[in-house]
């Protein structure tokens, strides 16, 4: 029986597993979704939901704690900026594991692991873009070309 047993072992030690959940957790934030084995997924969706849950609250000791996880001060601070932006409607279900079907070599079940909410990109519109114009508009702006080409004539 598993009482009093929490945690996934993975058959690995101690510091190996925490290596290997701080590298998952971290190419999840950077890439916002991953594709591994489904023991792996559901073994770090309690740690991530926690972590957002943190970002969300924003606090310097919230950060320090996630810190000492993610052990990446960039990472970090890209955790901060979802946890105001994109999951700042959300309470709770930040992930979602979605199944892949098995892996050729062992028959493993691979899943992708991701965040509900996809990130929403913030780009500022330049000058250069062009917006299509309506066939008036364009008429209207021929009529104002010819006649500026006149008036330059006219002074000529």
């Given at each position: 029986?598993?009482?009093?047993?929490?945690?996934?072992?993975?058959?690995?030690?101690?510091?190996e597993r925490q290596q290997l959940f701080r590298n998952l957790l971290?190419?999840?934030?950077?890439?916002?979704?991953?594709?591994?084995?489904?023991?792996?997924?559901?073994?770090?969706?309690?740690?991530?939901?926690?972590?957002i849950t943190k970002a969300k609250e924003g606090s310097e000791e919230?950060?320090?704690?996630?810190?000492?996880?993610?052990?990446?001060?960039?990472?970090?601070?890209?955790?901060?900026?979802?946890?105001?932006?994109?999951?700042?409607?959300?309470?709770?279900?930040?992930?979602?594991?979605?199944?892949?079907?098995?892996?050729?070599?062992?028959?493993?079940?691979?899943?992708?692991?991701?965040?509900?909410?996809?990130?929403?990109?913030?780009?500022?519109?330049?000058?250069?873009?062009?917006?299509?114009?309506?066939p008036q508009e364009k008429s209207k702006k021929k009529e104002v070309?010819?006649?500026?080409?006149?008036?330059?004539?006219?002074?000529?």
């Amino acid at each position: 029986m598993r009482h009093s047993n929490f945690g996934y072992k993975l058959s690995r030690t101690k510091n190996e597993r925490q290596q290997l959940f701080r590298n998952l957790l971290r190419a999840l934030i950077i890439h916002g979704k991953i594709t591994t084995t489904r023991a792996k997924a559901k073994a770090i969706v309690p740690t991530i939901e926690k972590l957002i849950t943190k970002a969300k609250e924003g606090s310097e000791e919230k950060r320090r704690e996630a810190l000492s996880v993610l052990v990446d001060k960039k990472v970090t601070a890209q955790l901060w900026e979802m946890g105001k932006t994109q999951f700042a409607n959300r309470q709770s279900g930040f992930t979602q594991i979605i199944r892949l079907g098995l892996r050729r070599g062992d028959a493993t079940e691979e899943v992708q692991l991701r965040f509900v909410d996809e990130a929403v990109a913030m780009v500022p519109v330049s000058s250069s873009t062009k917006v299509s114009a309506t066939p008036q508009e364009k008429s209207k702006k021929k009529e104002v070309k010819k006649e500026t080409l006149r008036k330059r004539v006219q002074k000529k």
